[in-house]
T-cell receptor
Framework: AQTVTQSQPEMSVQEAETVTLSCTYD???????LFWYKQPPSRQMILVIR??????QNATENRFSVNFQKAAKSFSLKISDSQLGDAAMYFC????????????FGKGTKLTVNP | EAQVTQNPRYLITVTGKKLTVTCSQN?????MSWYRQDPGLGLRQIYYSMNVEVTDKGDVPEGYKVSRKEKRNFPLILESPSPNQTSLYFC??????????????FGEGSWLTVV
């Protein structure tokens, strides 16, 4: 079974600085998607960024970028110029191939942004 | 506005009293699913549906039932709720599933407490 591991339960960063959240996953599939979701205190699930496994180029969305290392099964999220509004729980998620609409989530990393 | 609507958003109920959490989406999505979120465990899939009358178990289906009689609705049924089903529940939908890269839309969550 596929698993997603986020080894950092909590992280903190100073406002305007850069922080990297780690994620590793285990799968025997060659085609899949990886995601980072943000969950602010409102508990809403917000898609931050998505990466297709067959694409070598790392995805980027404004201040958010990923470092996707397929061979190492690593998918880290880098947040540049951190803002107070970035404070949230961040979940890494994997979507396996097979037709079922399923996300396998990591346990989350709580990010604190210090002013 | 594209949205996934869950009701109720907050509910306190007693052990053994049947309840239904409704989920409705207005995007004509084929895929719908239910997740539960528990502290330290991330989100785990309960059930999913690939289309009308097609449902299947996720990772934690025990104690839950679902039905998909209409494309837009995917209710979650707790026939005899128990305290270990106290959790935050999310309904999600997508056009063709995350495999195709389509965005997965989450509802705002339903807080359920079973006493």
């Amino acid at each position: 079974a596929q698993t997603v591991t986020q080894s950092q339960p909590e992280m903190s960063v100073q406002e305007a600085e850069t922080v990297t959240l780690s994620c590793t996953y285990d799968t025997s599939e060659s085609d899949y998607y990886l995601f980072w979701y943000k969950q602010p205190p409102s508990r809403q699930m917000i898609l931050v960024i998505r990466q297709e496994a067959y694409k070598q180029q790392n995805a980027t969305e404004n201040r958010f970028s990923v470092n996707f290392q397929k061979a190492a099964k690593s998918f880290s999220l880098k947040i540049s110029d951190s803002q107070l509004g970035d404070a949230a729980m961040y979940f890494c998620a994997y979507s396996p191939q097979g037709g079922s609409e399923k996300l396998v989530f990591g346990k989350g990393t709580k990010l604190t942004v210090n002013p | 506005e594209a949205q996934v609507t869950q009701n109720p958003r907050y509910l306190i109920t007693v052990t053994g009293k049947k309840l239904t959490v409704t989920c409705s989406q207005n995007m004509n999505h084929e895929y719908m699913s239910w997740y539960r979120q528990d502290p330290g465990l991330g989100l785990r899939q309960i059930y999913y549906s690939m289309n009308v009358e097609v449902t299947d178990k996720g990772d934690v289906p025990e104690g839950y039932k679902v039905s998909r009689k209409e494309k837009r609705n995917f209710p979650l049924i707790l026939e005899s709720p128990s305290p270990n089903q106290t959790s935050l529940y999310f309904c999600a939908s997508s056009l063709k599933g995350s495999l195709s890269g389509n965005t997965i839309y989450f509802g705002e969550g339903s807080w359920l407490t079973v006493v």
